[in-house]
Nanobody
Framework: QVQLVESGGGLVQDGGSLRLSCAAS????????MAWFRQAPGKEREFVSR????????HYRDSVKGRFTISRDNAKNTVYLQMTSLKPEDTAVYYC?????????????????????WGQGTQVTVSS
């Protein structure tokens, strides 16, 4: 079992920055690809970003490219999402997820069903 705990969310103004963290426990995530998803009120959960086990592959949804950066520290069993130039439309609960089956590239990386473990989420609110 892998437990994932997100932190770092909060209220920020339009154009601000936040860094989310996803701390894993129970098992090392060093051999797993990890991802961030988000879900806004009344909307479906959507893919935000993914990083392969060693950081060699990263993917982003188009609307966050150039603003968000995913990274990981396998020694700390933690994944990060640095978010800059935040916009009100980034407001959502952000979830961390682990893909145990495809440590590198997964062509279905944006599909939530590809992920085996999920955190409880952290709220990000961007005010205009």
């Amino acid at each position: 079992q892998v437990q994932l705990v997100e932190s770092g969310g909060g209220l920020v103004q339009d154009g601000g920055s936040l860094r989310l963290s996803c701390a894993a426990s129970g098992r090392s995530i060093s051999t797993y690809a990890m991802a961030w998803f988000r879900q806004a009120p009344g909307k479906e959960r959507e893919f935000v970003s993914r990083i392969s086990w060693n950081g060699g592959f990263t993917h982003y949804r188009d609307s966050v490219k150039g603003r968000f950066t995913i990274s990981r520290d396998n020694a700390k069993n933690t994944v990060y999402l640095q978010m800059t130039s935040l916009k009100p439309e980034d407001t959502a609960v952000y979830y961390c997820a682990a893909d145990l089956r495809s440590p590198n590239f997964n062509r279905d990386y944006a599909q939530s069903g590809q992920y085996d473990y999920w955190g409880q989420g952290t709220q990000v609110t961007v005010s205009s």
